[in-house]
């Protein structure tokens, strides 16, 4: 059971004190380390760049098959989950590039993560990907492989959060030069419909889901939050 450090309201002098921010009219690649993430920390993002009509393309890392210590099938079932949430935040299944590394051992293979994903990317790309201090194993060496992967071609990089919200605490980013983009209701509404196809992450038998609703809040703003290096 995840407790967080600060609390909804400790966090909104972070987050509503972030720069106004519009993404650049330019192709984007999202760097996503598990199924959910993506809808999670950027289906706004995903929703308005795909209304812009701008190519989007989802780099899914893993397939989450052991968020619950390996439970037989699951990577199959979040597979489906993810693949149902992209198509409602937009995203078509031609644009989706599964790499299947294993789920909680990325930092294992990031020599490797770099090398698959310098293929998918020029100098005009937008990548987003985790934080790379966002306090998951898998989320920091996504992140720092896109780290090695912009400096390699000169792309743009932008990174999201999810558990840093979580397992930080506010003073960690006050001084970031943090970016919100103000999501339109159609596509909060498009977000919080895909992330309730993550059906085995919102519920379990055992009645302790990855994301039980208290850690939802972040993924229910009315922005998303950013950084730009």
């Not at 190519?55 to 079932?77: F, Q, S």
Request: proline content about 8%; hydrophobic content about 40%.
């Amino acid at each position: 059971m995840i407790v967080p450090l600060a609390s909804e309201a400790e966090w909104t002098s972070v987050w509503t004190t972030a720069t106004s921010w519009q993404p650049p009219d330019k192709p984007s690649l999202v760097i996503v380390p598990h199924p959910d993430d993506e809808t999670l920390a950027v289906g706004g993002f995903i929703a308005t760049q795909v209304a812009k009509g701008l190519p989007v393309k989802i780099v899914a890392v893993t397939d989450g098959e052991n968020a619950y210590g390996g439970e037989t099938n699951l990577g199959t079932v979040r597979r489906a989950e993810q693949m149902a949430a992209l198509k409602r935040l937009g995203v078509n299944a031609d644009d989706v590039a599964r790499l299947q590394l294993t789920d909680s051992g990325i930092a294992f293979h990031e020599n490797a993560l770099v090398e698959r994903l310098l293929p998918l990317v020029t100098r005009e790309t937008h990548i987003l990907a985790p934080w790379t201090g966002d306090f998951h194993p898998d989320h920091e060496a996504c992140g720092r492989a896109a780290v090695q992967v912009a400096e390699r071609t000169g792309a743009a990089l932008t990174f999201y959060f999810f558990w840093t919200w979580h397992r930080g605490v506010p003073a960690l980013l006050r001084d970031l030069p943090l970016r919100s983009l103000s999501l339109h209701p159609d596509q909060l509404r498009a977000k919080e419909e895909a992330l309730s196809n993550h059906r085995s992450q919102l519920e379990h038998p055992s009645g302790e889901p990855i994301l039980p609703d208290y850690l939802l809040w972040p993924a229910r703003r009315p922005l998303e939050v950013f950084l730009s290096i």
